[in-house]
């Protein structure tokens, strides 16, 4: 049994179809989504619709964090600024589904317990680079798969006892690469593939820049970073 995982959508909603048809192509219909659905992106409703439809398990990010509490302290000035402009555009729906999301899911398949957060075992804001990732993150999280998102960059880290798994971005690759990031886990054999999915980036730099959001997250997409 494959599962899908998918993290850091960001309101980008060419990219979350794109990926979304990819996935069903492949016949997978187990969807886990790593937080961050919104922030950022011009679409945050819409997205938010198709990951409550599509995802069996979700977590909060720090962008959904950001929005519906109003703290951007610790943010920079631009994702502040998206955070503030995706709170003034949620719909009552999409809140009432990011309200009810938790800083962990865990589930169990195959006699593997996998467990999801969106940047560490300890908050959705510390970030988990590939070469920080240690087996005690596997103890700490009591897991044969930990799932993590938030850097933007994909990695599988394996160890003799475990896996540790950040799916990249959907929404706003950092790694260079201007495509969708998303993952297929295999709990049955422990194994991990990382998939890119080509998508609209221009139309989605568009939505942005008319959205009045700030330009250089267009410009960013268009970089892939």
Not at 32 to 60: H, K, M, Q, S
Not at 81 to 98: G, H, I, K, M, P
Request: charged letters at 25%; proline letters at 3%; hydrophobic letters at 40%.
């Amino acid at each position: 049994m494959k599962l899908a995982v998918i993290a850091d959508v960001h309101s980008n909603l060419q990219a979350l179809e794109a990926v979304l048809a990819d996935i069903k192509s492949s016949g997978t219909e187990q969807i886990l989504c790593a937080g961050d659905i919104i922030g950022y992106g011009a679409n945050p409703n819409e997205c938010c619709d198709l990951v409550r439809g599509a995802t069996r398990l979700a977590v909060f990010g720090n962008h959904e964090l950001a929005t519906l509490t109003g703290d951007t302290i610790w943010m920079n000035k631009m994702a502040a600024e998206a955070a503030v402009w995706t709170s003034n555009t949620l719909d009552q729906r999409s809140r009432a589904y990011l309200e009810q999301l938790e800083i962990a899911a865990r589930l169990e398949v195959s006699g593997r317990t996998i467990m999801m957060y969106h940047g560490s075992v300890d908050s959705a804001i510390e970030y988990v680079y590939e070469e920080e990732v240690s087996s005690d993150l596997l103890k700490r999280a009591s897991a044969d798969i930990l799932i993590l998102g938030h850097t933007h960059v994909p990695y599988v880290v394996r160890f003799e006892h475990g896996l540790v798994v950040n799916p990249g971005s959907v929404g706003q690759p950092r790694d260079r690469d201007t495509r969708a990031s998303y993952a297929f886990v295999d709990p049955v054999h422990m194994t991990c593939e990382l998939r890119r999915v080509r998508y609209k980036v221009e139309d989605a730099a568009e939505s942005i820049s008319a959205a009045g959001l700030p330009h250089f997250l267009a410009e960013r997409l268009l970089m892939g970073r």
